[in-house]
T-cell receptor, first 116, second 114 residues
């Protein structure tokens, strides 16, 4: 089942902060975050694993709350280059079969527009 | 530079024709995937392959077929049985299918069927 991302879209001025949430109805083992610019391939940002630490990529960081089955992506002091659609991909915390780990379910995406 | 190459970038076909989308990677990754992306929706998994000569259906495999005869190549055929084939198709690979392996994506093929 697809995770639910919120908000669907956000418009920021350069330098402002934003939070994108990704919620699942299932227990999670991993959460991946990707950014896709229009007409391009999604680009990997970071992975958070059950029991792992909060991650960061430049001024973009993320947290993973295993109990709430959700992850949040934090865009801090946003730059124009942060514009794009952000997707979370969730890996289920089920029986530890290797193929289930890699079968990510992706959210519908959050469109981020950063303006000057 | 290592990466994933998808070709062509744009593809137009008439209804009722089969069409094959190419995906080649030189990252030496074991796992490869095909995703479909429609406006306003997330990426949906069509097929995946953990190793050469092995592949599994994803969530929306009906009307699609794949092969994995070489580690580097994972072509996707969209058959005439696929009821709504117009979409953006993304190929991806990862070192393995473990949950801590990031996906590397190609630039996609936009297929239009009329």
């Amino acid at each position: 089942q697809q995770p639910v991302q919120s908000p669907q879209a956000v418009i920021l001025r350069e330098g402002e902060d934003a939070v994108i949430n990704c919620s699942s109805s299932k227990a999670l083992y991993s959460v991946h975050w990707y950014r896709q610019k229009h007409g391009e391939a999604p680009v990997f940002l970071m992975i958070l694993l059950k029991g792992g630490e909060q991650k960061g990529h430049e001024k973009i960081s993320a947290s993973f709350n295993e109990k709430k089955q959700q992850s949040s992506l934090y865009l801090t002091a946003s730059q124009l280059s942060y514009s794009g659609t952000y997707f979370c991909g969730t890996g289920p915390d089920t029986e530890m079969t290797t193929d289930s780990w890699g079968k990510l379910q992706f959210g519908a995406g959050t469109q981020v527009v950063v303006t000057p | 530079d290592g990466g994933i190459t998808q070709s062509p970038k744009y593809l137009f076909r008439k209804e009722g024709q089969n069409v094959t989308l190419s995906c080649e990677q030189n990252l030496n990754h074991d796992a490869m995937y095909w995703y479909r992306q429609d406006p306003g929706q997330g990426l949906r998994l069509i097929y995946y392959s953990q190793i050469v000569n092995d592949f599994q259906k994803g969530d929306i495999a009906e009307g699609y077929s794949v092969s994995r005869e070489k580690k580097e190549s994972f072509p996707l055929t969209v058959t005439s049985a696929q009821k709504n084939p117009t979409a953006f198709y993304l190929c991806a690979s990862s070192i393995s299918m473990q949950g801590n392996s990031p996906l590397h994506f190609g630039n996609g093929t936009r297929l239009t069927v009329t």
